[in-house]
């Protein structure tokens, strides 16, 4: 990761409170409404702190930022009529602070403890802030506020030991030294840290557009894309590897248009984009501004490395499950770091993400970090969004339990590694005591002796039940809600799945599953019974011979999600078995029909 976090005040619409930005993922969300700040985060942390930082720790950049010239134009000064502090700040995380202290070379020591426990914020983490005194001559200064407070933190002779702990000097005399906090300012100054080098910062603005043949920009705003591409696609001897971007994206359009086949391709004259697809060839323009929009962003941030890439309204023209695939390419794809502003919750969920939510309040903006569920829908209500508005996913899969979750997905992914729970498909659950209330009917049809019943049809159209035939021999019935259900679903759109063992673990090998139930259960000493209408999680427990046998029974039950874990971590998948392969054959196809 090329950023861990960073916090600024008194730019643009940002007061005079320091507004913290971390700790930082891969993939950062900033979102907001219109108008409150959000583009003003990525516009200084791409103008102007790369600048900061430069001046502040020394650094020179090879291209921009050796300049003496400030960076900071009349708007970039706080707008309203209340006065504000120019400053700049780098934190050190909770998980950061062992590296730090080997970096500083520094010891564990009594005094320097205290002094770290009262620079911790409530989150743990400490944050050196530097102030911008005079931003013309680049004067910057390690701010030290509550001076009487950081002075009372100790005696003037564990100042002195502290001093010494960390420069190994002695000779001072500790009671002028404390008295005008120069010596207290230098040991701050000396335990601050910096980022150790400058970050590359793009930004893909909100206005995109593939530019003309022949175009040149320095931007990545689609402007000179074509030639960019060109040069990809056929590259230098010396520069082959970058082919392997080419084909990155290639793959890209391939997933976004679910066509194996797609590809694109610069012609010899370079006017325009061509995708050779279902050997038709067609100019890019002609597929909708919602491809066109992904090439623009997914081409970029192919083309760059190791950047931060700041990306305006990445949802704009993209329907909802475009927004997550192309998040899931940056992610995995590609080795930048990323900042989204956003007004779209579609994005939340895509990827493992930070959100970084912007308001307003008395005309200067704010930032909160969400990590709760709870600040997640305050989110939604603040972007105007009804519980309606909230697109699922296009295929919904009904299990009992986590269990069956687990070895869903793990078929699944052995089947088609293109396929995303989440983005493709949505696993719910319905819990044994819950079955019975389900119907696969339209909740207009359902008539009054059963209108107590919940249709999971109201929920998601495109739906697949997965249930246990719970028989004991291959000429068992299966229950009648069993058989109501079944009938329903069969209907259409979607289909039920009825394990042809006993249960869903049937589909395992029972030797893995006998190791892994002991695994789990060292005290296990085999499984009672490994056929096809057994249930593989019943163990019989190890006895201690040397005691008296027992009057309870030595018969347990495995814990199925746990078992799950292990055998899909320690083990591949075998579709071979009963008829494993043609359901998951046919669940895949039904995803596929219900995202086009």
Same mark, same amino acid.
């Given at each position: ?247 990155a994206i290639n793959h890209f359009l391939q997933n976004v248009l679910s066509n194996p086949t797609a590809r694109i391709e610069i012609p010899h004259d ?20 919602? $491809? ?6 997914? %081409?970029?941030?192919? +083309?760059?490395?190791?950047? &931060?890439?700041? *990306? =305006?309204? !990445? ?63 305050? $989110? ?6 009804? %519980?309606?508005?909230? +697109?699922?996913?296009?295929? &919904?899969?009904? *299990? =009992?339990? !986590? ?84 009938? =329903? ?43 096809q209408w057994s249930n593989l999680l019943e163990y019989e427990k190890n006895t201690d011979s040397s005691k008296p046998p027992s009057k309870i029974s ?43």
């Amino acid at each position: 990761m090329l950023l861990n976090g960073f916090g600024f005040s008194g730019y643009r619409s940002f007061g005079n409170d320091l507004v913290k930005i971390g700790p930082l993922k891969k993939i950062n969300f900033i979102i907001g409404q219109n108008n409150v700040g959000k583009s003003n985060i990525i516009n200084f942390l791409a103008h102007h702190y790369p600048y900061f930082l430069s001046k502040i720790a020394k650094l020179s950049h090879p291209i921009a930022y050796n300049t003496k010239k400030t960076t900071f134009n009349e708007i970039d000064f706080h707008f309203s009529a209340l006065k504000s502090i120019h400053r700049i700040s780098f934190p050190i995380f909770k998980n950061e602070i062992n590296s730090y202290m080997r970096d500083k070379q520094l010891r564990h020591t009594p005094e320097l403890e205290k002094l770290l426990n009262y620079l911790y914020d409530n989150n743990g983490t400490i944050w050196f802030t530097y102030t911008i005194e005079r931003i013309k001559k680049n004067e910057f200064l390690l701010e030290t506020s509550n001076t009487n407070e950081i002075k009372a933190l100790m005696e003037p002779h564990e100042w002195q030991q502290l001093w010494h702990d960390i420069t190994d000097k002695s000779h001072i005399n500790i009671n002028d030294w404390q008295e005008d906090f120069i010596g207290i300012e230098k040991i701050l100054k000396i335990l601050s840290v910096t980022p150790k080098s400058l970050p590359n910062v793009e930004i893909i603005p909100a206005i995109r557009k593939i530019g003309a043949a022949g175009s040149q920009a320095s931007d990545f705003s689609g402007e000179g894309i074509i030639e960019k591409l060109a040069q990809i696609q056929n590259p230098l001897l010396s520069e082959q590897r970058h082919k392997e971007k080419f084909i990155a994206i290639n793959h890209f359009l391939q997933n976004v248009l679910s066509n194996p086949t797609a590809r694109i391709e610069i012609p010899h004259d370079r006017q325009m984009i061509l995708v050779e697809m279902d050997n038709k060839i067609l100019p890019l323009e002609s597929l909708g501004t919602g $491809i066109h929009e992904v090439i623009i962003i997914a %081409a970029a941030a192919t +083309l760059l490395d190791e950047t &931060i890439v700041c *990306v =305006e309204e !990445p949802e704009l023209h993209l329907h909802p499950l475009l927004q997550r695939k192309l998040i899931k390419y940056l992610s995995e794809e590609t080795s930048n770091q990323y900042f989204f502003t956003t007004h779209s919750a579609h994005l939340l969920d895509a990827v493992e993400a930070e959100i970084f939510h912007v308001t307003q309040f008395n005309g200067a903006s704010q930032v909160e970090a969400i990590s709760s569920t709870q600040q997640r829908s305050a $989110i939604c209500n603040d972007l105007g969004y009804k %519980a309606s508005d909230i +697109l699922q996913t296009n295929c &919904i899969i009904w *299990v =009992e339990g !986590p269990s069956d979750r687990i070895y869903l997905n793990y078929w699944l992914t052995s089947k088609n590694t293109n396929l995303t729970e989440g983005i493709d498909y949505s696993i719910m659950f319905y819990g044994g005591r819950l079955f019975s209330h389900l119907t696969g009917v339209d909740q207009d049809e359902l008539s009054d002796s059963i209108d107590d019943f919940v249709s999971v049809r109201k929920l998601n159209r495109n739906a697949v039940i997965l249930f246990d035939s719970d028989k004991s021999d291959p000429h068992a019935r299966l229950n009648s809600t069993k058989q109501r259900l079944k009938a =329903e679903f069969d209907k259409g759109p979607g289909f039920t799945w009825i394990t042809e063992g006993r249960e869903i673990e049937n589909y395992l090998d029972p030797e893995k599953i006998e190791s892994s139930v002991k695994a789990i259960h060292p005290s296990a000493a085999q499984l009672l019974q490994k056929s096809q209408w057994s249930n593989l999680l019943e163990y019989e427990k190890n006895t201690d011979s040397s005691k008296p046998p027992s009057k309870i029974s030595n018969i347990r039950a495995a814990n199925k999600v746990k078992v799950a874990k292990y055998y899909v971590e320690h083990y591949p998948a075998d579709l071979t078995v009963l008829d494993l392969n043609k359901q998951i054959d046919r669940l895949c196809t039904f995803i596929a029909s219900s995202n086009k």
